[in-house]
């Protein structure tokens, strides 16, 4: 019997991120999957375990490129001093995203990390999307410090909202949409002024 022909982790991670972007979760299945791919169901099984533990990785490798964008942005307004302009351009991360790399901004704007981390993820996916989370906290913190000079559960509400709530509301239609419109950006810029501005 023939051994079944392995595809790469990132090609089946692309096409996991293709299918999710296209048709949501749903859309996500082994047979698609392996369509969209060329693989075997076996490539699937042999480089991820499972669709769950696949999808883990499709997302925790987008939220990566998400953060270190994020990162970015913040460490050079930090640098110059300015705390509010390093709220407003983490908050903005999304659209850079999506500007770099459309498929993958959609993937994070169509699920959360609760959506892929499920019980039946391998643990150390899971543990890698737990450091994860505790690595944007960090930033959240960060800000916090920066534009209030603390980090306390009042001023981490505010940056929170600023970098994940607004563009939750403003960027991710137009994510899902295909284009982030100069428009929503500056929408979004001043939903995050008036909140900073909020006493």
Same mark, same amino acid.
């Given at each position: ?5 392995? =595809?790469?982790?990132?090609?089946? /991670? ?15 299945? *082994? %047979? ?11 490539? *699937?099984? =042999?480089? $991820?375990?499972?669709?769950?533990? !696949? !999808? ?8 990566? &490129? $998400? ?32 500007? &770099?790399?459309? %498929?993958?901004? &959609? ?9 892929? /981390? ?17 690595? !944007?906290?960090?930033?959240? %913190?960060?800000?916090?410090?920066? *534009?209030?000079? &603390?980090?306390?559960?009042?001023? /981490?509400? *505010? ?12 960027? $991710? ?13 500056? =929408? ?12």
């Amino acid at each position: 019997m023939a051994r079944p022909r392995l =595809h790469s982790a990132d090609a089946l /991670l692309d096409a996991a991120e293709a299918l999710v972007a296209d048709s949501g979760r749903a859309g996500l299945t *082994v %047979r698609a999957l392996t369509a969209r791919a060329g693989a075997s169901n076996g490539s *699937v099984y =042999h480089a $991820f375990g499972d669709l769950e533990t !696949l !999808l883990a990785n499709a997302w925790l490798r987008r939220a990566r &490129q $998400f953060l270190a964008l994020l990162r970015d942005a913040v460490d050079g307004e930090l640098t110059a001093g300015d705390g509010r302009r390093a709220v407003q351009a983490a908050a903005d991360t999304a659209a850079r995203l999506a500007e &770099q790399d459309l %498929r993958a901004a &959609q993937l994070l704007a169509a699920l959360t990390r609760d959506d892929v /981390l499920t019980e039946g993820v391998a643990e150390p996916v899971a543990t890698d999307l737990r450091a994860l989370d505790r690595e !944007l906290a960090e930033e959240l %913190r960060k800000l916090a410090r920066a *534009v209030y000079g &603390q980090a306390d559960r009042a001023a /981490l509400d *505010v940056v929170t909202t600023c970098i994940v709530g607004l563009p939750a509301a403003l960027l $991710f239609p137009d994510i899902r949409a295909g284009r982030v419109s100069p428009r929503t950006r500056r =929408h979004l810029a001043a939903a995050v002024g008036a909140v900073l501005d909020t006493p």
